[in-house]
């Protein structure tokens, strides 16, 4: 199973907003509403950010938001914060009954 | 409050072996499936294997047949049997809790380092 397609580095300034897309095929993204988007801090574990396409857990600022299409799904935060600077990781649920999650995204606010 | 805690991790020879441990608390451990993803050094996340509460599994290609994901619903831990280590296992070991109904991860541990080295 290949790891999903992710863009390695996206930056924005404050307040923008900034959108990091995530490709992947018809056995994965295509095939299922199961994409997950996790936040990571640098030495920190992920926290889930979206999941199911476009749900935000309980806590989850609503400047975070999720779409897909076809193949491809996409996770949009506006306003961008300071706090916002992480890596991003896509994830979903295959039709091998197995998970993949994508290569990581860099995200930087200048 | 949702908790887990994995432990177990070191440095191992390769072809070594090595248990890991998560020790879960804050919720009905036998209800949700479990999971194990690991992230070398300064790469990304990878997921590794999967269990049920029941007990039925599933693995990663690049793990089938070395490593073994189970559980003690009595003890609330789930484990993850390492066998033929390689260095290219070398990585922080993260457990998750998988969220019901969707298939998506809401709970991490803080994760164990395991070096395969000679």
């Known amino acids: 199973q290949s790891a999903l397609t992710q863009p390695a580095s996206v930056s924005g300034s404050p307040g923008q907003s900034i959108t990091i897309s995530c490709t992947g095929t018809s056995s994965d993204i295509g095939g299922y509403n199961y994409v997950s988007w996790y936040q990571q801090h640098p030495g920190k574990a992920p926290k889930l950010m979206i999941y199911e396409v476009t749900n935000r857990p309980s806590g989850v600022s609503n400047r975070f938001s999720g779409s897909k299409s076809g ?10 914060q300071a706090e916002d600077e992480a890596d991003y990781y896509c994830s979903s649920y295959t039709s091998s009954d197995t998970y993949v999650f994508g290569t990581g995204t ?3 606010v200048l | 409050e949702v908790q887990l805690l994995e432990s177990g991790g070191g440095l191992v020879q390769p072809g070594g072996s090595l248990r890991l441990s998560c020790a879960a608390s804050g919720f009905t451990f036998s209800n949700y499936a479990m999971t194990w993803v690991r992230q070398a050094p300064g790469k990304g996340l ?16 690049s793990v089938k047949g070395r490593f073994t994901i189970s559980r003690d619903n009595s003890k609330n831990t789930l484990y993850l049997q390492m066998n033929s280590l390689r260095a290219e296992d070398t ?12 298939p998506n991860f809401d709970y991490w541990g803080q994760g164990t380092l395991v070096t395969v080295s000679s």
């Open chain 1, 71 to 80: 193949n491809t799904a996409s996770l949009t935060i506006a306003g961008l």
């Open chain 1, 106 to 108: 860099k995200v930087t």
């Open chain 2, 46 to 61: 990878e997921w590794v294997s999967l269990i049920s509460g029941s007990g039925s599994n599933t693995y990663a290609d």
């Open chain 2, 91 to 102: 990585a922080v070991y993260y457990c998750a809790k998988r969220s019901t109904p969707g």
